[in-house]
């Protein structure tokens, strides 16, 4: 990241500029954006500006700090915003709401960018169907929203939601969000986007483009190539529609909670998971399996277990196993049908894991969370995410340590215990080395694995922050010569990332290069996002 | 489409060139391909490059006539072809084997093209992984081949076969096509994709642009935007490689057939469907719907039964029904799972569409095949099929009619009842009007419907041929009209297809063209594929 054009600090609020862009010309494309939204959409005070700022700050400069912010209102105005940019080669950042926490938040990677807040306003349920299980939304709509709608209209259906609802559905499906129902690939479940494109062109994706369909939301291609999937994790577009399907309430569902002592179980649960999971029976849900520090983390703080330096030491480890009756590993998944074959689902289950020792099985009905039992706080919070009712516990974790915040370094792996037990052990050992605690989870899809490890800071200690930069910048090369490669990063390290996909002289790279170019000639969407830069930008080191 | 430049019939082969293009410099690039491939990899023998033409036509001239066939050995063949046709700006048409039928079989959208056979020479079974249940495949691997290569290794695998078996599993992952086991949306579940774009670069997409992963076959997307999906029904590339994700094998499986008395029970079957559909239980895999035209023809002629005039009368439908114990419509699917399960899930299924006065309900086990019963035909088929079993028995269509053909004319439509009447009275009046019978199947998605219909013609007959091919263009714009669109067309009415994506002056198609000239800026990649014109070509009427 360069020096942006002007460094602001908390006594001195002044304005950051974009690239090349003078502040009479920036002041010109503010006029022009008041004379489109009006003054109530439009922000350039530094300190509203500043609430866009990284929550969980990766550097300790203005690398990545807006200049302005606007709240469109309509698919016009976005468009509108799109024509000012371009006329003044503005960069724009749009969020849907903003999280996006531990991958640069709300921030753009591009300082000076003007965040598009596409859905401060834009936050409309346009569509609830019942009879076909979807939804058309606009980005502003949470999850929690969601399901308040589906609870108001009295239907029988489930949201997928992720660990904290708090955010947009369509943030988190763009950014290749998962869930943790049968329905957690959220991108899988989609049906028909609307997008305003880079030069204020208007695409309807799949049977959206033929008037008076009442399929948009039920099959996702048309006729000819679908570019759905272009448009997540892309800078190609602004998304101000999407239609999200939703799975239907089953009879019954009951969720397990399984402890394992070790640290080395973990290769053996692994790969006794594989066959339960790839055929979406017994293990019908997104399984996560999940370290002592991210349960801890839920319902105690650090200090209350160590509070000297260095890692936590493993006789506190097994202190807190005992106190929270949890294990080094926990498992948690949830099971879906008549009464008669969740039973029969969770015997299987049982049985299985129980091939290794010490392990224990639990359920919501089994272990009942109360005063007494901390450890099974984060049985009766999965369950609730698990039937599709949204929570923010998880959001406990930023207490773990003081002004707490984290850093996502997010490898995939296939779901294997060779290769589970490997880049356990890589970032286990980075951690230690670095003093940084890890907070292990694996996201099981069918076929591979989510190995979110969140790397936990204090966001106010300078030395603390600079320390897990680094790590994850090391981290994320050493995953990439053991074959590792993340699917999602914070914009602090996209290009570092978007390097390791080297094959062909990175050809994804060059390929996206190209459709940026053809799409955003002026290079005004996003740049930088996911490595990808537009011509105009590339090379600058920015 | 226009006249192609050279005409050509049986007693006079003469060479159909491709546009602006002289015999001199097609012949410089014919040698330039014998150089790179080798005398038998470059074919421009008429009798030769005629098999190539399509096997149904629906017109009578060389609109969609090759100029020559060659036969890429390796990805670097690939490039080459590419590399060679951009010099001297030659269409290619890239097929995998070239079936396809009802929608241009091997045939270019351009005359004169030269027909790039990939799956020819390019038929490797690349990886067969039985514990992460996937294959690494070329082009030409058929479903016979790949079916038979796990049988070989002796693994529980299951393959989701199309109605017929003998082409390529790449190429009807490309165009889109569908199978009947619960992995029956192609798309979905591919995984990894190597691409030669149309400059002859390399793209591997997903986990392959990782050196050293080994999840190229797990998980789809990488990091950044996924463009999978751009090459499907698309002109962007060449595909040389293709992950494809195989089922399991359950602990059991059966087979039903549900028969329905009156064309207009339709509405009613298809309501009482869509609750047992949509959360794949109890109907597990992609039911079809059928009628009796498409089982009849299984087992018998149109001759057999009529040999009159217009279509065929009422009471000979009657007759049919009676004789082979079947309804006017034949609803078939497949449960899956332990044998318990099964006969739960049967009695479900058995005990909704009980409701239709007159139904009647089978099984493998209580209607065998057998010389006295043609009626059960299609029953064990279809088990094959949707028990990864693949066959060809769905060609006896082709016996319908002396020399029969069928052109596809296939709508997508809501999981609705009231939109299934619709599309059915809207075929089946305007297929009556043109005295042209129509082969009807409905095969259903979790919330939406393929309408295949299948309109059979005699292809040596011209006015038959020019009757139906008046009837789908006709169709075309009246299933528009009503808020219809089709998912897949034969190339002869690409250009109409694609026009009623008609949202924002064709906001899909524009979109296509930017990507398109992008990728392919001298437009020699299967021009008017999709009705997506590179643009050299675009606006030529060809």
């Known amino acids: 990241m360069s020096t942006p054009t002007t460094v602001r600090n908390p006594s001195d609020l002044a304005r950051v500029l974009p690239p090349d862009v003078s502040a009479a010309t920036f002041d010109t494309a503010i006029g022009e954006l008041i004379a489109a939204l009006g003054e109530d959409g439009v922000h350039v005070d530094p300190e509203l500006v500043g609430r866009y700022d ?3 700050p990766v550097t300790g400069d203005l690398s990545f700090t807006a200049s302005a912010v606007v709240f469109p209102a309509t698919t016009e105005d976005v468009q509108e915003i799109v024509r000012i940019a371009n006329r003044h080669l503005i960069p724009l950042h749009a969020i849907s709401t903003g999280k996006n926490l531990g991958y640069g938040g709300a921030s753009p990677r591009v ?35 969601l399901y308040q709608a589906i609870q108001d209209a009295g239907l029988p259906l489930w949201i997928d939601a992720p660990d904290l609802s708090w955010g947009s559905i369509v943030g988190n499906i763009l950014d290749r969000g998962v869930g943790y129902t049968p329905y957690g690939n959220h991108s899988l479940w989609k049906s028909g986007m609307e997008i305003v494109l880079p030069d204020g062109d208007l695409l309807r994706t799949g049977m959206g483009g033929l ?18 999937n272009l448009f997540e994790q892309s800078n190609f577009g602004i998304v101000t529609k999407l239609g999200i399907q939703l799975m239907g309430a089953p009879p019954a569902a ?26 979406m029976a017994p293990l019908q849900n997104v399984p996560v399996l999940r370290n002592i520090f991210l349960d801890a983390a839920q319902v105690s703080r650090r200090s209350d277990w160590y509070t000297g330096e260095g890692p936590i030491p493993d006789d506190v480890v097994e202190r807190m196993k005992a106190e929270l009756n949890l294990g080094y590993w926990n498992f948690y998944g949830t099971v879906y049908g008549p009464p008669p074959v969740v039973e029969q689902y969770l015997q299987i289950i049982e049985g299985a894991f129980s091939q290794i020792p010490g392990s224990r099985f639990h359920t919501t009905r089994t272990r009942p969370h109360s005063a007494d039992d901390r450890g099974a706080h984060t049985l009766h919070d999965r369950h609730r995410i698990n039937t599709g009712i949204p929570t923010i516990e998880e959001a406990n974790l930023m207490n773990w340590l003081p002004d707490g915040a984290h850093m996502g370094f997010s490898p995939l792996s296939a779901p294997d215990g060779a290769d589970a ?3 356990f052990r890589m970032v286990k050992q980075r951690a230690d080395e ?21 790397l936990l800071y204090t966001k106010t200690d300078p030395a603390q922050r600079d320390k897990t930069l680094r790590l994850v910048h090391e981290l994320i090369d050493e995953a990439a ?14 290009d570092q990332v978007a390097a390791t996909y080297s094959f062909n002289d990175n050809a994804q790279r060059r390929f996206n290069e190209r459709i940026k170019d053809a799409l955003d000639p002026n290079g005004i969407l996003n740049p930088g996002k996911a490595g990808i830069w537009p011509a105009r930008l590339r090379g600058r080191g920015l």
Do not use: C
């Open 211 to 228: 008037p008076g369909s009442n399929t948009w939301q039920l099959f996702a291609p048309s006729f000819g190539p679908q570019p759905d």
């Open 481 to 494: 010569q053991n074959g590792y490669g993340e699917y999602r990063a914070h914009h602090a390290w996209a």
């Open 111 to 145: 300082a000076g960018s003007i965040v598009v807040h596409v859905g401060k306003r834009m936050n409309r349920i346009l569509e609830l169907n019942g009879k076909f299980a979807y939804a058309l939304i606009e980005p502003g709509v949470t999850y929690f929203e």
């Open 434 to 454: 670095f003093s940084v605690d890890y907070a292990a989870q694996f996201v099981i899809g069918l076929r591979e694995m989510h190995h979110i490890s969140l």
């Open 421 to 423: 037990l490997r880049q």
């Open 254 to 279: 009951e969720t397990f909670q399984i402890t394992f002592d070790n640290p080395e179980d973990l290769e053996a649960i692994i790969d006794l998971m594989l066959p339960l999971r790839i055929n």
């Open 54 to 56: 990284d929550e969980f």
